[in-house]
């Protein structure tokens, strides 16, 4: 459906309400818009990109994320998406992967891919790979490949098994789990392989280092989220006729014999369609279900967990690191990102983001106790920090930034997109896309949503 958006909408056209304005409302008001339909999207806040966005701080003048997003080249519809609204020169994606993780003595340990096929890309970097003994390294090898040949990762088995024990069933040690699995599994999945299913790690694991060589090349958005999306996406969502509706909350689903039949919103404004989409997280739909819907399996949307991630902001005096990014082993920093470096910041200093995923243990911890372990680290991990002055440091935590993945989940929460409901469909990262919570799962969700449409309504306008 690449760009074959229609000029002009059919007066006949069916319309379609979306309520939620993040990367999956916005992937299924792209989609169904291409396909003939008359779009509204509502988005309580002023501005789309939901999780994803960032604000211009007033100390600074400097767009700053509510959280460092990273995608991968293996986010085929995240990248399309970006393409479409004509922002992909805004973001920046490796040729090909390649981490270095640096621990608190000042070493590097690389990962990287090479020219050989497929799965064994990356085995030449990780030989080398300075955190793990030769012994760890080959039996990761082995593990490595008992993944690559794993038919069904969605057996009982394998859901009810958290990753950390299963990869303790098979000869892994704890500092290999440490220097080498959580690495990849904290900032995908946000939570440790000890709280992570063993299914999703797996299909984590198959779809990045062991798929396509190029699957797990690393991306970013080189400005501020709302420049390379929020923005951008209204702007050509409202260039083509889409009907947006920002700043204003939908309270209300009336329904009845089967239908949703209306929503309300928050200043008393009605709006009817032929079809709806609720692509807002699972607890924001728990709290417009009438109590009669959320009797049905619709309710399940009220079992999800969630993972926080925190990102701390800090800006020296000096440049302090001339790395892009950089992973860290053994230290609560995890990721940082240069952020001078990254969007070629006309500013003397260093502006520095730290990514912590699973971030619980540090939940609790004021901001003036999160600066001063982050400080002291940073000053044990990059010398040059201690000698340079900080001249603003911001904490941001998203406490229901990702859902959990956790094992022994007896239930399936995620949903499918159709719903009990004939005109109701369901997006959002949460919902059925075999993907875990990330920008990719939030616009497969919304492209599933509007294919079902689509489908249901024959073969569109
Ligand atoms: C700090 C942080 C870091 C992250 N890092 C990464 C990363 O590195 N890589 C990655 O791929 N993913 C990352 N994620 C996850 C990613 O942001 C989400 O998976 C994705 O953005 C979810 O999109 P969504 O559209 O499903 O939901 P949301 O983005 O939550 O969008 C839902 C929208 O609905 C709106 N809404 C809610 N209720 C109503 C209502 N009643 N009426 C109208 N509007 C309503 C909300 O305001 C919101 O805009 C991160 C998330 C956070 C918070």
Redesign the pocket.
């Known amino acids: 459906m690449d760009n074959k958006f229609p000029n002009k909408i059919s007066l006949n056209a069916k319309s379609v309400a979306i ?9 299924a008001a792209w989609m169904l818009h291409c396909s003939g339909y008359k779009v509204v999207l ?4 002023p501005f ?6 960032s604000f211009t701080d007033s100390a600074t003048g400097v767009e700053v ?7 991968m080249r293996c ?1 085929s519809e ?1 990248i399309s998406l970006v393409k479409q609204v004509g922002s992909f020169d805004k973001t920046k994606l490796q040729s090909s992967m390649n981490v270095e993780v640096r621990d608190s003595g000042g070493n590097i340990g690389v990962l990287s891919s090479s020219p050989l096929p497929s799965y064994l890309s990356f085995l030449p970097s990780f030989l080398f790979y300075r955190y793990l003994s030769i012994n760890e390294k080959i039996k990761a090898i082995l593990v490595l490949l008992k993944i690559k040949f794993i038919k069904n990762i969605q057996s009982e088995d394998l859901q009810n098994i958290s990753f950390k024990d299963w990869l303790k069933n098979n000869n892994q040690s704890e500092k290999s789990i440490r220097n080498f699995w959580d690495l990849i599994i904290l ?2 999945l ?1 939570d440790h392989s000890s709280n992570v299913t063993t299914s999703m790690a797996l299909m984590v694991f198959k779809t990045t280092l062991l798929g396509d060589r190029h699957a797990s090349d690393i991306g ?1 958005a080189q400005y501020g989220l709302s420049t390379v999306m929020g923005t951008p996406m209204k702007d050509k969502l409202v260039d083509c006729g889409v009907s947006l509706v920002l700043g ?4 209300d689903l009336k329904h009845s014999k089967g239908v949703i039949t209306e929503l309300k ?2 200043d008393g404004q009605k709006i009817k369609a032929d079809f709806y989409i609720s ?3 699972p607890f ?2 728990m ?2 279900l009438p109590d009669s819907l959320k009797k049905t399996e619709l309710g399940l949307a009220g079992t999800h967990d969630f993972s926080p ?3 701390a902001h800090i800006w020296y005096d000096k440049t302090v690191a001339d790395f892009e990014w950089t992973a860290f082993i053994n230290s609560p920093l995890q990721y940082v990102f240069n952020r001078s470096v990254i969007s070629n910041l006309d500013q003397e200093g260093t502006y520095l983001t730290i ?1 912590i ?1 699973g971030a619980s243990e540090f939940w609790s911890k004021t901001k003036e106790q999160l600066k001063e372990l982050l400080v002291d680290e940073l000053n044990k991990c990059l010398p040059l920090t201690a000698s340079a002055k900080i001249k603003r440091f911001i904490i ?1 935590k ?1 406490q ?3 859902f959990r993945n956790l094992p022994g989940a007896s239930i399936n929460n995620r949903l499918k997109s159709a719903t009990p409901l004939d005109n109701f469909y369901l ?5 059925d896309t075999g993907w ?8 497969i ?2 492209n599933l949503a509007a294919k079902a449409i689509i489908a249901r309504d024959g073969s569109g306008n």
């Open positions: 309520i939620g304005g993040g990367l999956a409302g916005v992937a509502i988005e309580k806040r789309l990109g939901g999780r994803a966005y994320d509510n959280g460092q997003h990273v995608f986010f995240y900032p995908t946000n970013f204003k909350q939908v309270l919103l928050s692509a807002i997280p924001a739909l709290s417009l991630i925190i990102n990514s995923s941001i998203e229901r930034a990702t997006a959002g990262d949460w919902t875990p919570s990330t920008m990719e799962g939030a616009v969700s919304g």
